[in-house]
């Protein structure tokens, strides 16, 4: 069986269109800096759209790696790519005050992740492009894997394409950032962001509240708390690699041990609630869980700083703290 999507690399996408254009990339975070900084050394004209010096450290970041930075209104006047990275809840507010009435027929609108377009907290004019592009891993890694000569896989889409070029921006923008040096992929802004919000319920979130609940089982059970952190944290980080490289089966047929085998075969299973997974998908698909996160967001985060302290505060982030102080990082 061979993939069906076009895979775009670096032969398939020419960097020609950004020749004389000039993106500002709005945000200064850590997908700011990364994107920001492979697009210069892509020989792009990059700016930077910054939040009020006093309030956001994003401005003296980028100026102190070299970067001309201004307002976030005066950077959409002079672009004529805006690339918004700021976080999703955050765009409406920046956007609607500083974006919008600046915006000038034929520009691009560009983002992340789908989000705000997808769900209609922005909704552009009609006379402009607007684009996606995501690199599928975070900014550090964006970074550290381009100045390797490699790049991270991403994901390209169009919303509106009023020039009859979105894509062909998109993809350059991609390429700039390194992306097409491993493999970019077009797809819908509905696909990328329910996609992205799905993986970051179930993916990340089971993978984090599995380890702990390893560590408190085998804690309350007698277990040295030190050893009980090591098998829930570290254990994990052993055999990524391995099965990106490999993959699933050939991990577990020639790299792991034959107990480790049928134990992932056998008990496994018996972890994942596929019910509920399938649950959360569905959810994502009505926008639920987008509404419950703007909600959420609006209110100033409740529920979010709520558990932020109950979990900073928690026995096994303590143990965490001097595990990493014993044993170290390598």
Not at 290 to 311: C, D, I, S
Request: glycine share 8%.
């Amino acid at each position: 069986m061979s993939f069906t999507e076009k895979i775009y690399r670096d032969e398939d996408v020419s960097m020609d269109i950004l020749n004389g254009q000039t993106i500002a990339i709005i945000g200064y975070g850590s997908q700011g800096k990364a994107q920001a900084n492979n697009l210069r050394d892509s020989n792009v004209k990059v700016i930077i759209g910054a939040g009020p010096k006093w309030r956001y450290p994003d401005w003296e970041n980028a100026e102190k790696d070299g970067f001309e930075v201004m307002s976030i209104a005066d950077a959409v006047k002079q672009a004529d790519i805006v690339h918004i990275l700021l976080q999703d809840p955050a765009q409406p507010a920046a956007y609607y005050e500083s974006i919008h009435e600046h915006l000038r027929e034929g520009q691009t609108l560009s983002f992340a992740h789908g989000f705000a377009i997808l769900y209609g907290t922005i909704q552009p004019p009609e006379n402009v492009d607007v684009i996606l592009f995501v690199p599928n891993g975070p900014g550090p890694v964006v970074r550290q894997k381009y100045l390797e000569g490699s790049g991270i896989y991403g994901a390209v889409s169009v919303d509106q394409d009023y020039s009859g070029k979105a894509k062909e921006k998109a993809l350059a923008i991609a390429k700039g950032v390194g992306s097409t040096r491993v493999g970019t992929v077009y797809l819908s802004f509905q696909k990328e962001t329910e996609g992205d919000n799905f993986e970051e319920q179930v993916l990340y979130g089971g993978t984090i509240h599995l380890m702990r609940a390893i560590y408190e089982i085998m804690s309350e059970n007698g277990y040295p708390k030190s050893f009980a952190y090591a098998k829930a944290i570290r254990s994990i980080r052993s055999i990524i690699d391995d099965i990106d490289e490999v993959g699933i089966e050939e991990y577990l047929t020639k790299r792991a041990s034959r107990t480790c085998e049928f134990a992932v075969r056998t008990s496994g299973p018996r972890v994942i609630n596929y019910d509920e997974i399938k649950k959360i998908f569905e959810e994502t698909e009505r926008g639920e869980f987008a509404k419950n996160w703007l909600v959420e967001f609006n209110h100033g985060m409740p529920v979010l700083n709520r558990l932020r302290r109950t979990w900073k505060d928690s026995d096994m982030e303590e143990v965490g703290k001097e595990w990493r102080a014993k044993f170290g990082m390598s």
